[in-house]
């Protein structure tokens, strides 16, 4: 079944992936995985942090890559065959779907505020785990108003209060996420804020990868070219108009959970003593 993810894929792999690298590789190397493992990544994308783990698992290691949107799958099956992996599976799945398990992680990058049920694909996943099995997540947030996304998004509420840019942010406080995973089975075992430098050669060139690249796209279609440029033109004038460079450093929430009990490998951490829940 068609997705939006479908059609902004090109532009999502060509404008927004290089720059979140960063953040996928953060997020594997927090996750401490060992050559020989077995690794689930749900909401793929186009597979950056598939990519990584599966250079962290090596040849004896496994990496299922699973996506609801055929384009990013077939998108990530390309980079796969390019990257010479022949331990990577892509499949089309929901991100709830935990199968083939069990499995040493269960990773999900910037894909949980697309989830409708957000419990339930957790509650899934902690089925699919290894006893030592870690869920390890990133989210963007907490919020920043700085933020040009929240900048544009404030705009595009004040100039076309009918329409609602997609938040990609959900409850990142540590409280909230050991909730989440709680409500799941799982205990919080690492919580930490990361940020990495997002550059742009021009503003313009920042609102172009929005709109071209990403769920902002939809609202683009919506509104046509002229009511968008009107957004546009009122972001500009906060940041020194079309063409200066736009630099900024947006937060993202990683966390990682696991089995109460059980015990787990960190970064730096050889083991951990999950605690128990609630
Ligand atoms: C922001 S992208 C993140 C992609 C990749 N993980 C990354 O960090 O670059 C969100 C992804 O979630 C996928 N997605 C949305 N809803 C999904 C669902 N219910 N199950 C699986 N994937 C889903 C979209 O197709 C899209 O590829």
């Known amino acids: 079944m068609a997705t939006p993810w479908d059609r902004a894929a090109a532009g999502y792999v060509e404008e927004w992936v290089p720059r979140f690298v960063p953040y996928h590789l953060d997020l594997i190397h927090e996750l401490a995985l060992s050559p020989g493992q077995r690794v689930l990544v749900a909401s793929c ?10 250079r962290a698992v090596g040849e004896g290691g496994l990496v299922r890559a ?10 990530c099956g390309d ?18 779907d935990a199968s083939g398990g069990p499995w ?7 894909g949980l505020w697309q989830l409708p049920d957000r419990a339930s694909a957790i509650r899934a996943w902690r089925g699919g785990l290894a ?18 996304f929240e900048v544009l998004a ?32 799982l ?42 440029d009107r957004i546009a033109a009122k972001f500009y004038d906060t940041v020194g108009g079309p063409d200066a460079p736009l630099s900024f450093a947006p937060p993202a929430t990683l966390a990682i959970a696991a089995q109460p009990g059980a015990e787990v490998e960190l970064a730096h951490r050889p083991s951990v003593r999950v605690p128990p829940v609630g």
């Open 131 to 148: 006893r030592s099995g870690k869920v390890g997540i990133l989210t963007w947030g907490p919020p920043d108003a700085d933020d040009p």
């Open 45 to 54: 994308g186009p597979g950056s942090e598939a990519l990584a783990a599966a």
């Open 79 to 96: 980079a796969v065959k390019r990257a010479g992996f022949a331990r990577i599976a892509v499949a089309v799945a929901d991100a709830s």
């Open 66 to 75: 699973t996506d609801k949107s055929e384009e990013m799958v077939r998108v």
């Open 187 to 228: 205990a919080i075992v690492r919580h930490t804020v990361v940020r990495h430098v997002l550059s742009f050669r021009t503003a313009e060139a920042f609102v172009k990868a929005l709109r071209e690249a990403c769920t902002w796209r939809r609202i683009w279609e919506e509104l046509g070219d002229d009511r968008l």
């Open 154 to 185: 404030g705009f595009l509420a004040e100039l076309e209060p009918g329409h609602s840019a997609p938040r990609p942010q959900i409850a990142a406080q540590r409280d909230q996420m050991a909730a989440m995973f709680e409500s799941a089975g």
């Open 104 to 110: 040493d992680a269960i990773v999900c990058a910037f």
